[in-house]
């Protein structure tokens, strides 16, 4: 995963949760509605043979973090692969970010839910156009992406003066992200060779985290996670890795009633791939590594409700891989994205994106991957999502 876990979860669930001037549906949905939803949702995701799921060539967003806070949707980029939690920590190409939510779905006040455990869930499908679907430096090709992804979480009590936190508080992670390739065409270019559906796969991590924050505003945030990415067809594991990460950022009010996170991430990963991805080079599977990430986000309203949102992000990483037959291999990656999250119902979601990411390397990494080790792309697509908390 080479991208930036695409801060889209990130910026989604903040979205869902910005501070809203009226209560567009107050409290109609109760908590024994909200649970039939979601298990009448779960079960239909499963049963149509697209659980748990990560997207395919992500970005980094990792996530990437706090995007969210303001529009409340769980990127990755998410992970990405070794996940966007993750949002916002760096990820694996491919993984969304998760957002964490500083205003509740469930419409109680923020107060009441500082002293209680909470439960995120969320589900999100994707569809969009990629440009240069094998990654490669020539001969590109298109074609056509669906993405399932699910994402729980539950987060302990908000804890005031904690240390040297003025408040901070711990999480548990759970994310599956499933991709399917090259099912149909969304232009008359697009490719629908079989061969391409051997780029299908599952990304899982589970991570445990904490988040803080300082005096002076600014956010810190510590997780350890462990990833793994698998052909579900058949059932075999690709690699697996143990990552810890450590990020900082801030919020800054901009444009009106508008929120810029500026972020830092640092993630190392120890690795061990079984099976080399059919694409080499878009999952950082090569070997143990360390990557470093500037994030740049924005929510900004385009409504008085606070029902429509403009979500633009910018990324830059750096990946440094560390075992002997990777050693000296620098990977740089540049993502930029823009897009509209529209929330139909406190617990629902549409979304438009584009996205441009653009690929660069060292020499040593080039003699590796040859005409993988630098490229270019387009997605663009939309997106549906469900989000809740109890």
Same mark, same amino acid.
């Given at each position: 995963?080479?991208?930036?876990?695409?801060?889209?979860?990130?910026?989604?669930?903040?979205?869902?949760?910005?501070?809203?001037?009226?209560?567009?549906?107050?409290?109609?949905?109760?908590?024994?509605?909200?649970?039939?939803?979601?298990?009448?949702?779960?079960?239909?995701?499963?049963?149509?043979?697209?659980?748990?799921?990560?997207?395919?060539?992500?970005?980094?967003?990792?996530?990437?973090?706090?995007?969210?806070?303001?529009?409340?949707?769980?990127?990755?980029?998410?992970?990405?692969?070794?996940?966007?939690?993750?949002?916002?920590?760096?990820?694996?190409?491919?993984?969304?970010?998760?957002?964490?939510?500083?205003?509740?779905?469930?419409?109680?006040?923020?107060?009441?839910?500082?002293?209680?455990?909470?439960?995120?869930?969320?589900?999100?499908?994707?569809?969009?156009?990629?440009?240069?679907?094998?990654?490669?430096?020539?001969?590109?090709?298109?074609?056509?992406?669906?993405?399932?992804?699910?994402?729980?979480?539950?987060?302990?009590?908000?804890?005031?003066?904690?240390?040297?936190?003025?408040?901070?508080?711990?999480?548990?992670?759970?994310?599956?992200?499933?991709?399917?390739?090259?099912?149909?065409?969304?232009?008359?270019?697009?490719?629908?060779?079989?061969?391409?559906?051997?780029?299908?796969?599952?990304?899982?991590?589970?991570?445990?985290?904490?988040?803080?924050?300082?005096?002076?505003?600014?956010?810190?945030?510590?997780?350890?996670?462990?990833?793994?990415?698998?052909?579900?067809?058949?059932? &075999? +594991?690709?690699?697996?890795?143990? /990552?810890?990460?450590?990020?900082?950022?801030?919020?800054?009010?901009? *444009? %009106?009633? =508008?929120?810029?996170?500026?972020?830092?991430?640092?993630?190392?990963?120890?690795?061990?791939?079984?099976?080399?991805?059919?694409?080499?080079?878009?999952?950082?599977?090569?070997?143990?590594?360390?990557?470093?990430?500037?994030?740049?986000?924005?929510?900004?309203?385009?409504?008085?409700?606070?029902?429509?949102?403009?979500?633009?992000?910018?990324?830059?990483?750096?990946?440094?891989?560390?075992?002997?037959?990777?050693?000296?291999?620098?990977?740089?990656?540049?993502?930029?994205?823009?897009?509209?999250?529209?929330?139909?119902?406190?617990?629902?979601?549409?979304?438009?994106?584009?996205?441009?990411?653009?690929?660069?390397?060292? &020499? +040593?990494?080039?003699?590796?991957? /040859?005409?993988?080790?630098?490229?270019?792309?387009?997605?663009?697509? *939309? %997106?549906? =999502?469900?989000?809740?908390?109890?």
């Amino acid at each position: 995963m080479t991208a930036p876990p695409s801060i889209f979860m990130e910026l989604i669930l903040r979205f869902l949760n910005f501070p809203k001037g009226s209560r567009v549906y107050g409290d109609r949905l109760t908590p024994l509605s909200r649970a039939f939803f979601s298990l009448a949702f779960f079960g239909a995701t499963f049963l149509s043979g697209c659980s748990i799921g990560f997207n395919p060539f992500g970005t980094l967003d990792r996530p990437e973090k706090s995007t969210s806070e303001e529009t409340g949707i769980i990127s990755n980029d998410e992970h990405n692969t070794s996940s966007d939690h993750k949002e916002t920590k760096l990820s694996p190409t491919g993984v969304q970010e998760i957002i964490e939510l500083d205003r509740p779905l469930s419409g109680k006040l923020l107060a009441e839910e500082i002293e209680r455990f909470r439960a995120v869930l969320q589900f999100d499908f994707r569809s969009y156009r990629s440009s240069n679907i094998t990654r490669v430096g020539r001969t590109e090709q298109s074609a056509a992406v669906n993405e399932y992804t699910t994402v729980g979480r539950l987060e302990s009590p908000t804890s005031r003066d904690f240390m040297f936190f003025e408040t901070f508080s711990a999480s548990l992670t759970a994310l599956g992200q499933r991709s399917y390739f090259a099912q149909y065409q969304i232009d008359s270019s697009d490719s629908t060779d079989d061969t391409l559906r051997n780029l299908d796969y599952e990304f899982r991590s589970v991570g445990l985290g904490g988040k803080g924050r300082l005096n002076s505003d600014w956010k810190i945030d510590l997780s350890v996670e462990y990833d793994e990415l698998v052909d579900f067809r058949s059932h &075999e +594991k690709l690699y697996h890795a143990a /990552v810890t990460s450590f990020s900082f950022a801030r919020d800054y009010t901009v *444009l %009106g009633r =508008g929120s810029l996170e500026l972020g830092v991430v640092a993630e190392y990963a120890l690795t061990k791939m079984y099976q080399p991805y059919e694409v080499p080079g878009v999952f950082d599977d090569a070997g143990d590594n360390l990557r470093s990430a500037l994030n740049l986000s924005l929510a900004q309203p385009l409504d008085s409700g606070g029902r429509f949102y403009l979500t633009p992000s910018a990324s830059i990483s750096r990946t440094a891989y560390t075992k002997p037959t990777s050693t000296g291999r620098v990977d740089y990656l540049m993502h930029v994205e823009i897009a509209t999250v529209f929330r139909v119902l406190p617990w629902l979601y549409l979304r438009s994106f584009a996205n441009y990411q653009d690929k660069t390397a060292n &020499e +040593k990494a080039k003699s590796l991957l /040859v005409d993988y080790a630098e490229y270019n792309n387009w997605d663009a697509g *939309l %997106g549906l =999502g469900v989000s809740m908390s109890f």
